[in-house]
């Protein structure tokens, strides 16, 4: 049957084996078998695909009528036109697996669903062919994993010290190999061993012979330090190293290859287990040869890339020298230290033995002489005077014969042959040999590994290491930034297309235009809010990302798109566009021409002057009555009334370009007039921007305009104009200013003698601030939420008439605690906001803040409060208006209800009110003690007003006649401080006038200064007494002068002071002169 089938037809069988075998598991194995069928499957990546492939991309470059060629050291398997899967060109079964960024092998690669993956082999080809949903992302794209960085250079490029600097800066872990091969086997070494360690080590003292007194002495305490010396070695020697030990320790004393398996121990941890596997590291050190990075590539423990840091042999040497000398004399001089302690003990116990010997003879001696004198006894005196003689010769020649002896028992010991010691010339040049031969082998090694490192497809960054530490990090920061900060977009894949195919693309459906349309993510990211220029003219750079068109407006920003493209993604969908709306006035010469132009160019708005308003009417609409009536005034040589212009204007902004680009106002409105023409035509900026500079600068700028050698033709622009000019602005730019700043608070100032640079990025944030607003404003209107309307040029007026319930009153004060506060005190509209077509204003930040949070809480329906009726609510008056009420009682007599109530209703608290601090409530005035205390009640009227006084009251406060009180208390309440101020001020000068006692002298300053600042005297009486005031001072400065400079002893004209005689004669002019009271 099955041949039949297949030799007649085209259909294929399905084969399912039914004996012994239930009805269900026959059922799921056949829906099974025919689901297979219809499931989307991938296949084998072959070399037509590869030519099917080229000649798309060859179609393409047709298509879009340009040539791109490729860098020449791009590999063309990763070209940013190939059509790579979800994974990049990593295999995505390793990365399923091992969680391990395996560069694929193009050989072994495979398609799915138009996209090709490379597979790291034939295994992980079969794998993901048998089942590429479970190896590719469903929900979100893949997650990268944990940063693992090689770190290599030779001995001495500063590896440990940017490793660990990368470690503390990316919160990663540091390995250091060699390190951790010693942790491993310093338990039974008990030190670190290898090459650099062995120049460390101290150098075995020689045993030295102590004298025979010492060696009795110390023998019991030399015996168990040695027996001691002796157990270590034979512990050493009869340690047994397991095999890894032993090949661990070959490798660190003399850099024999580690076994595989060891690796694998080592290795494979640090890829696959916690912490390293979540967190990251970067291993320092590994690999050091070619073998051990072909293990890596053959297991599978890839990297995210290698740091290889190259290093010149003199920065080396540089580096390493110091160090090592330094060693090197410490070496020596323990070395000199022992031979002059060796020679000089070798010289003690010769001398020790020469005394003692001499300590012999000595004796021996004495007893020859003891004999003799025993014999001398039983001669006669003739004999003995003989003898006498002879023995004195025989002592002479005993003590010379002492000597001999010794001279020739302890002859002077040759000096050994000692090994000359090294000089630090020779050592250094030693020392410079070794580090060379070092480092010659080290960058061998390392051009190996480097090779490798290519063939496995693992990146490697090189840097120069011989820089500055802090360059060098700098520019491992910078090459490590697509490995760190766009860690989250690895494996995305942008294509930067021509605007001609992304145009086509988009006509015909095949991909679909991105959420932010024709805006550019990264200058969006940037905070612009106004959205670049497009059509003729303004070239955009397109881009496809999984199967949406983004548009740039430079090459840079689609290459930092490309770069990172999940990080612009992030971001909210851009605004409603809002045409910009901006007046830049100032004086003449303030560059305001220069900023409109340059903001029109940039953004591609219109630049309109009133002159240029007319302009357009006249040349786009000669016929129309505007501009026969604008006409008639040029034709008399008349000034066109405002009110023409200001048609014209209204006339040019329907213009498509103002009404969707936007306009720049240059120069104008510069008049009261115009402001309220422009108003009535509903035509207001959303920021007026004055560039201030004073008039000097004015004319400066003027006389240098004149005269550069860039203008073309005469303007009329003199001196005498310019001052035409500026007075003309001065006059009326006053009530521009405070129009504006009162009406839509939309003025802005800018100091314009600064550089263009800082205007115009002053002008762009302003610009930018308001548009933003405005964009903000619309999309939270539209989405039904309430929004913020500072800034939004709303004027109080058209405030008043879109009040919401509450009025002026903050809601969320009202709603959470209960308080009236009334916002009309601040007459800005800073917390103020707008929800479903009504205004509203808060307190504050804070406030305002919870209602654009949740508005329905705190507006009606769900409002807990509802604002009082306008009878209902307090008022605050003042005392003329109060009077103006009699005879309408104060309530609670005119004592603070608030004072009372906060101190519990006691007597102390029954204070009397201020009767200017005065509030109407329920059509009762209430007096307050203080302003605090009136604001209070204010918030909480029905807490306050209806409050009953005690019986017994303190006794009223009447006020008393200044006139009717005794001199001193009317002097206290009239003249007190301006005599406190004058009779301190006497005391700190104490004047003394020439001629006058110091009691007259004090009294006339003291009425001099009472009546140079009598508040009751005119300004004209208290100027002309300041200038007696200070003349009296100085005239009392003369004694002192005098008195400092004049001697017991004559003194020439030319030696004393310039002004001595001068003030000498006035001194002496005014004796028998009294100042005059008047």
């Not at 026959?26 to 219809?38: G, R, Y």
């Not at 090709?116 to 062919?129: M, P, S, T």
């Not at 977009?489 to 992304?502: D, Q």
């Amino acid at each position: 049957m099955q041949a039949m089938i297949t030799g007649s037809t085209t259909i294929e069988p399905i084969q399912v084996e039914i004996e012994k075998r239930g009805e269900e598991e026959i059922f799921d194995e056949l829906i099974t078998s025919l689901e297979e069928k219809f499931k989307y499957h991938g296949w084998e990546y072959s070399g037509m695909d590869v030519d099917e492939e080229e000649e798309d991309l060859e179609a393409s470059r047709e298509a879009e009528d340009e040539e791109e060629e490729e860098e020449e050291d791009e590999d063309p398997n990763r070209s940013k036109k190939k059509p790579l899967g979800d994974v990049n060109h990593f295999c995505p079964v390793s990365m399923y697996e091992r969680n391990v960024l395996w560069p694929g092998n193009p050989e072994c690669s495979a398609r799915y669903r138009e996209k090709v993956y490379y597979l790291a082999n034939d295994e992980a080809r079969e794998k993901f062919l048998k089942n590429s949903q479970m190896y590719l992302p469903k929900k979100e794209p893949l997650k990268s994993p944990a940063l693992r960085l090689l770190m290599l250079g030779p001995k001495g490029s500063g590896k440990s010290l940017h490793a660990r600097y990368l470690a503390n800066k990316l919160n990663i872990f540091h390995i250091d190999f060699r390190e951790r091969l010693q942790e491993m086997i310093i338990a039974k070494t008990k030190k670190k061993i290898g090459p650099e360690y062995e120049e460390d080590k101290e150098e075995p003292e020689e045993e030295e012979e102590g004298n025979d007194d010492e060696e009795g002495a110390n023998a019991e305490d030399v015996e168990p330090a040695a027996e001691d010396e002796d157990k270590k070695k034979e512990e050493e020697d009869e340690m047994e190293y397991t095999e890894e030990e032993e090949a661990i320790k070959s490798y660190l004393e003399s850099d024999d290859p580690l076994p595989d398996e060891l690796m694998t121990k080592i290795l494979t941890d640090w890829w696959n287990t916690e912490p390293f596997k979540s967190t990251g590291f970067v291993l320092e050190g590994f690999p050091r040869t070619s073998d051990e990075a072909k293990y890596l590539a053959e297991n599978g423990l890839y990297p995210d890339g290698a740091v290889l840091l190259n290093v010149e042999d003199m920065d080396v040497v540089g580096r390493l020298l110091p160090p090592k000398l330094d060693k090197w004399r410490v070496k020596r001089d323990k070395r000199l230290a022992k031979k002059n302690k060796k020679k000089e003990k070798a010289k003690k116990k010769r001398d020790a033995a020469i005394e003692k010997r001499r300590a012999e003879l000595t004796k021996e001696r004495d007893e020859r002489r003891a004999e003799r004198k025993a014999q001398k006894g039983e001669k006669d005196s003739d004999e003995e005077a003989e003898e006498g003689e002879e023995e004195e010769e025989e002592e002479v020649e005993e003590e010379e014969d002492i000597e001999a002896v010794l001279a020739e028992e302890f002859e002077e010991e040759e000096e050994e042959d000692e090994e000359e010691e090294e000089l630090e010339e020779d050592a250094v040049d030693r020392l410079k040999n070794d580090l060379a031969e070092v480092y010659d082998n080290d960058t061998n090694r390392l051009a190996d590994v480097q090779q490798t490192l290519e063939e496995a497809l693992i990146p490697r960054i090189e840097l120069e290491g011989g820089r500055k530490p802090h360059i060098v990090r700098y520019l491992l920061s910078k090459n490590l930034k697509p490995y760190v900060d766009f860690r989250h977009s690895r494996f995305e894949r942008v294509y930067a297309i021509s605007e001609k195919l992304a145009t086509k693309m988009l006509r015909v459906g095949y991909k679909q235009p991105s959420r932010f349309g024709k805006w550019d993510p990264v200058q969006m990211k940037d905070g612009e809010c106004i959205q670049p220029m497009q059509g003729p003219g303004y070239s955009t750079y397109p881009a496809i990302y999984r199967g949406h068109i983004y548009y740039f407006a430079s090459h840079d920003n689609r290459d930092m798109f490309i770069q990172d493209p999940m990080s612009y993604l992030k971001q909210p969908s851009p605004k409603p566009v809002v045409p910009i709306r901006i007046a830049v006035i100032g004086p003449p010469k303030s560059g305001k021409t220069t900023m409109a132009t340059r903001f029109a160019e940039t953004y591609g708005l219109m630049r309109l002057s009133l002159g240029e308003a007319i302009r357009q009417v006249m040349l786009n609409q000669p016929k129309s009555t505007l501009a026969m009536a604008i006409n008639s005034y040029m034709v008399r040589g008349q000034t066109i009334p405002d009110e023409l212009t200001i048609q014209a204007l209204e006339t040019t902004l329907l213009d498509m370009r103002c009404q969707t680009r936007g306009v720049v106002f240059d120069g104008f409105p510069m008049s009261k007039r115009q402001i309220d023409l422009m108003t009535q035509k509903s035509i207001i900026p959303i920021r007026i921007v004055e560039l201030e500079i004073d008039s000097k600068e004015t004319m400066v700028r003027g006389t240098k305009d004149r005269h550069s050698p860039n203008r073309a033709y005469p303007v009329h622009d003199s001196a005498q104009i310019l001052a035409i000019k500026l007075s003309n602005y001065l006059r009326e730019i006053g009530e521009v200013r405070k129009w504006y700043k009162e009406q839509h608070k939309n003025f802005v100032n800018m100091n314009g003698n600064r550089s263009k640079w800082w205007v115009w990025h002053q002008l762009l944030d302003v610009a930018r601030k308001g548009v933003s607003q405005i964009q903000l404003y619309l999309q939270r209107v539209a989405d039904g939420k309430a929004s913020s309307v500072a800034d939004m040029c709303i004027t109080p007026q058209e405030f008043e008439v879109r009040l919401g319930d509450f009025g002026q009153y903050c809601p969320v004060n009202l709603a959470n605690k209960g308080e009236l506060i009334d916002c009309s005190v601040n007459p800005t509209l800073e917390f103020a906001a707008e929800f479903r077509g009504h205004y509203y204003k808060m307190a504050g930040q804070e406030e305002l803040e919870e209602f654009l949070h949740e508005p329905e809480k705190y507006v009606p329906p769900l409002a807990p409060v509802k604002l009082p009726a306008r009878h209902l609510l307090p008022r605050q008056i003042t005392g003329v208006q109060a009077k103006a009420m009699f005879p309408k009682p104060i309530e609670i007599q005119g004592y603070c209800p608030v004072t009372y109530l906060d101190g519990k209703c006691r007597y102390e608290a029954i204070i009397q009110g201020d009767r200017e601090l005065v509030v109407l409530y329920r059509d009762n005035l209430y007096y307050f003690e203080n302003e605090k205390k009136l604001k209070k009640f204010m918030r909480l009227p029905e807490k306050y007003w209806n409050l009953t006084l005690p019986h017994k009251l303190p006794p009223k406060k009447e006020p008393i006649a200044v006139t009717n009180i005794p001199m001193l208390g009317f002097m206290e309440q009239t003249v007190a401080t301006s005599i406190n101020k004058a009779l301190t001020a006497v005391g700190s000068l104490k004047p003394k006038y020439p001629f006058l006692s110091v009691t007259r002298s004090s009294q006339i300053y003291f009425a001099y200064h009472l009546k140079a600042y009598n508040p009751k005297s005119s300004e004209y009486v208290r100027k002309k007494y300041k200038q007696k005031l200070m003349r009296f001072e100085e005239t009392c400065e003369l004694i002192k002068y005098l008195g400092n400079n004049m001697t017991v002893k004559y003194k020439d004209p030319k030696a004393r002071p310039i002004d001595f005689d001068f003030k000498l004669n006035q001194f002496m002019a005014l004796k028998g002169i009294e100042p005059t009271p008047t």
